[in-house]
């Protein structure tokens, strides 16, 4: 299929005059079977287009193909006649990422300190003096931003606590125990929430999709001896990301054989809780009437395209039957809004570039809780990141807790 695709958008391009360049990223592409015209977007994510075939089954159609063709460009030469692509280029404010990338190590750790602080220190009444909850979460969540081992990340602690930023160096060892504790779970997850809010001011937009983190762990030796192939276990993250500034909003972890649309719902509400909601797109995974009103009733618009054998009966769903008739009646509209899921993807490989694809902890609670770290120490880069290029200030991070408990 994927040859015979190539080899249309091949015939398609040859044709002549089939393809028009909107603009640098942009273009539209005539179908081979009809008077349709469909329109073929280059974004740093990848084309996408807004063809039937393309929607329902992703990867490259027939005309993506078309325009990767046509994007080639014969030159004479004294070796010959080759052929050369055309480098797509995008619009980057490379001053301020350049700034945010040179002072992201000083900055990562100051707003660290004051992100960690914003959660309530439990009470002690007996035993020995324990070392205080944001201090272990610190060393953790700095551990996994640094990706260095236990033993060679405490030198990351002390350098901190010559800083002022925590009071005493904890044994390197104290990540990996606080990882294993089940109670830090929905701690890390309010983190989450809360190392987002700084850039609630300029996201409006989200898109929501999910994607898979290999752990260490492989599968059981009985099924490897009766012929199964040996193959890594697998942590689900699904994710609700701004699509402005990637920043991940909320997060669900669950195994491998999670089930995305289930999540949805959870998701939104809770993106709800701190941001202003006008959009969310998401794919065909995630298609139902619920879905669709979940976002409506948090005063925003989804854009999930409908399966080839959905009907516009509404049962029981206006929202149901007012989408799928602007899905069928303006599709290109409908594609621009939908199109902005691709943002997602960006996201989900910003994460694994920066931090790994794999997680260390064997332990399934470590693995959630280091898999939450992540997200953490990669929205506190955003943060960053916005701090140069749209001026925001996280300094408010502490009240918006208090306005949300």
Request: hydrophobic share 35%.
């Amino acid at each position: 299929m994927a040859d015979m695709r190539d080899a249309r958008g091949k015939a398609i391009a040859d044709q002549g005059n089939q393809i028009k360049k909107v603009n640098d990223h942009s273009f539209k592409v005539k179908s081979q079977s009809g008077s349709k015209v469909y329109e073929v977007k280059a974004t740093p994510n990848g084309m996408t287009c807004t063809c039937p075939d393309f929607v329902y089954r992703g990867g490259k159609c027939k005309h993506i193909q078309a325009t990767r063709y046509y994007l080639e460009i014969e030159k004479d030469t004294p070796q010959g006649t080759v052929t050369e692509k055309v480098h797509l280029t995008y619009k980057q404010a490379w001053d301020a990422y350049n700034a945010a990338q040179m002072a992201e190590v000083k900055l990562f750790d100051e707003l660290l300190k004051d992100l960690v602080k914003a959660i309530p220190e439990p009470e002690q009444t007996m035993g020995r003096p324990r070392i205080p909850l944001h201090e272990s979460l610190f060393c953790a969540i700095q551990k996994v931003y640094s990706q260095l081992s236990s033993r060679r990340a405490h030198g990351l602690f002390q350098n901190a606590t010559e800083r002022g930023q925590i009071e005493h160096a904890p044994n390197f060892n104290q990540p990996s125990i606080l990882f294993r504790n089940p109670e830090i779970t929905p701690i890390l997850h309010e983190l989450v929430t809360l190392s987002a809010l700084p850039v609630a001011g300029i996201e409006v937009d989200f898109a929501v999709d999910s994607t898979g983190f290999r752990t260490t762990q492989f599968s059981a030796y009985n099924g490897v001896k009766h012929g199964q192939k040996k193959e890594h276990h697998w942590v689900k993250a699904h994710l609700c990301a701004g699509v402005k500034t990637n920043i991940v909003a909320a997060v669900a972890i669950t195994d491998s054989n999670g089930g995305d649309s289930p999540q949805f719902g959870p998701l939104v509400k809770k993106t709800a809780e701190g941001f202003t909601i006008n959009e969310v797109s998401a794919d065909l995974a995630y298609s139902s009437r619920n879905n669709l009103q979940l976002v409506a009733n948090e005063g925003g618009k989804a854009y999930i395209p409908f399966k080839k054998n959905a009907t516009g009966r509404a049962g029981g769903s206006a929202i149901w039957k007012k989408m799928f008739h602007y899905f069928q009646l303006n599709r290109d509209d409908f594609m621009e809004h939908y199109h902005k899921r691709s943002n997602i993807e960006a996201t989900n490989a910003a994460i694994k570039r920066k931090f790994g694809e794999t997680l260390k902890s064997k332990n399934p609670v470590a693995q959630v809780n280091e898999l939450l770290a992540k997200i953490i120490a990669y929205n506190l880069t955003v943060v960053i990141h916005e701090m140069y290029e749209n001026g925001i200030n996280p300094e408010f991070l502490q009240i918006r807790y208090n306005s949300i408990s």
